[in-house]
């Protein structure tokens, strides 16, 4: 499976919290890789495809194929697959099929199936359904779909909100964003994100300030400068990690290009933040460093 159910108990939903449907742990840029062999015993050759099960815009499942190799009996291969762009809706399981034209008795082993590599895509609000949705791990007081002008909007009623996708595979990559706020203390892109309280942040912050935050066991601030940023405005954010290199784009212009040797962050998710106030994002682009 390409993703992994999280439930809330009735006791902890009556608490409060953030909930999840599911978490994926598969994303297009990333490569599957198996291994499949047929059965000496098998009478006929038969096909064999890495596949996908996609959520679609009407919430079912729609499959996407590999390519395909025939495998005669007592033969293996090696199945090798960089996930396609899927239009930002989410993975649902993978597999491999198994295929023939005509009845075929016998066995096809597969010795291993697993993904590699840093994710290649677009978060966003797709043209229908509502997985794209529920993919993001929840943890804002309001998490709503936007105007025509806005992919989805984040508010958050007190404290610090963020939602996040991604999982602690994810090293070396860049994020960007569309982000406009509205009334928000502060708000912003993070990468490398653990949870609530551990990931890199580029926040629009209070008193005409941008900063490059550390959340681990509080907030260090990493770097600042002046921007006098405005409230309905969309500016454009960017964070790259490389390693223990840290570097930050607003608007296209660099900004920020810092080393964290102390306790780096080394892998983690793509976020978004916001503080008090709303936020309206366009869509998160994730991609490999360049």
């Known amino acids: 499976r390409a993703m992994t159910p999280t439930f809330l108990s009735p006791e902890a939903a009556k608490m409060g919290g953030y909930s999840v449907v599911a978490s994926p742990t598969l994303y297009p840029g990333q490569t599957l890789r198996a291994r499949v062999a047929a059965d000496p015993a098998n ?9 996908l099960n996609v959520y679609n815009e009407k919430d079912d499942i729609t499959a996407h194929y590999g390519p395909e190799v025939m495998l005669e009996p007592g033969a293996g291969h090696d199945l ?12 649902a399981s993978v597999g491999a099929e198994i295929g023939s034209d005509s009845r075929a008795e016998g066995a096809v082993y597969l010795n291993y199936l697993t993904w590699d590599g840093p994710p290649d895509l677009t978060l966003k609000r797709t043209s229908g359904g509502s997985f794209w ?3 993001w791990v929840d943890g804002v007081d309001h998490f709503e779909n936007g105007d025509e002008n806005e992919g989805f909007r984040l508010i958050q009623d007190e404290g610090v909100g963020l939602i996040l996708q991604g999982t602690r595979e994810w090293t070396d990559y860049q994020a960007e ?10 708000a912003g892109l993070a990468i490398r994100a653990q949870g609530m309280r551990r990931y890199y942040a580029l926040l629009l912050a209070p008193n005409g300030k941008i900063q490059l935050v550390k ?4 907030d260090t601030v990493l770097a600042e400068a002046d921007f006098a940023w405005q409230f309905g405005a ?7 990690a490389t390693g223990p290199r840290l570097q930050a784009w607003i608007n296209g ?12 962050l080394t892998g983690g998710a793509v976020a978004l933040l916001c503080e008090e106030g709303r936020v309206a994002v366009s869509s998160v682009r994730v991609q490999p460093v360049s």
């Open 133 to 135: 949705k529920k993919a």
């Open 234 to 240: 969309a500016y454009a954010l960017s964070l790259q």
């Open 177 to 186: 964003c569309d982000l406009t706020p509205h009334l928000a203390v502060r």
């Open 253 to 264: 212009q660099p900004l920020f290009d810092v080393e964290d040797a102390k306790r780096p």
């Open 43 to 51: 009478v006929q050759p038969v096909s064999c495809r890495l596949a």
């Open 215 to 218: 959340a681990l066991d509080g």
């Open 80 to 91: 090798s697959w960089r996930v396609p762009d899927l239009d930002g809706y989410p993975i």
